[in-house]
């Protein structure tokens, strides 16, 4: 069964569970997926891919970290929390992070494959490992270790 059938599924899940939370998140994960069709000129019916399910998870992830910011910032911890309850949900359904000394080792490498030594080549690696990494590392986490390795 593919991603998208797997949510679809777990909705009814989470109606019997009486989950409001996870049912609230998988209905709009499910609403952004018939978005992500229409946007790509696709039937509402259809169904997507694996990579592009992750894709639209990714995307509704990175909206609950900068909510997640946003409220702390504006002294609001009781949004704050549902909004991690939320990604917490999210993340259920994305492959596993690398850890930040796997990005380092792997960073490492590839410095040396390109032959970086300086900050003057800073984009073309980041770019490089961004590529490498796509789904598999935090942006932000790649971009301490490129700042890190460079300075």
Known sequence: MNLHNQIKE?????MRA???VRLGVLRGLVAGFTNELVA???????ELTDE???????????????????FTKGGRADLAESEKAEMAVLETYLPAQMSRDEVMVIAK????????????KKGMFMGTLMKELKG????DMVKSVVEELLG
């Open 40 to 46: 790509t000129k696709r039937l509402p019916t259809e």
């Open 52 to 70: 592009e399910v992750l894709n639209v998870i990714r995307r509704q992830v990175k909206q609950r970290k900068d909510s997640i910011e946003q």
């Open 109 to 120: 490498a590839k410095m040396t494959e390109l032959g970086v030594t300086d900050a003057s």
């Open 10 to 14: 777990s909705i009814k899940d989470a």
């Open 136 to 139: 598999k590392a935090d942006g």
């Open 18 to 20: 009486k989950d409001t």
